[in-house]
């Protein structure tokens, strides 16, 4: 699956549209991003689970082509 990120493995903006949701890191590096109204990004260092870690950024995008791309813009700024 081709990413959309120079920095991370993020699938294109279809598969979040479609509803799902898509985890993954980059050395210590983590996130989350959850799909619903809007798009949310979470991110955190470690390697546990987004349930267990202490978030450390937490933003919501448009759920849109214009949104995801602001959001993946965001997530390559904080690594």
């Known amino acids: 699956m081709p990413s959309v990120s120079e920095k991370f493995e993020i ?3 279809y598969y979040f549209d479609s509803g ?3 985890s993954g890191s980059k050395g210590d590096f983590s996130y989350k991003i959850i799909t619903g109204e809007t798009l949310r990004a979470l991110t955190w260092h470690g390697r546990l ?4 870690a202490e978030i450390e950024h937490e933003q ?12 993946i813009k965001w997530l390559e700024s904080l690594c």
């Open 11 to 13: 699938p294109k903006f």
């Open 20 to 22: 799902n949701h898509y």
């Open 49 to 52: 689970c987004s349930m267990k």
């Open 60 to 71: 919501e995008f448009e759920r849109s082509e214009q949104g995801f791309a602001e959001m």
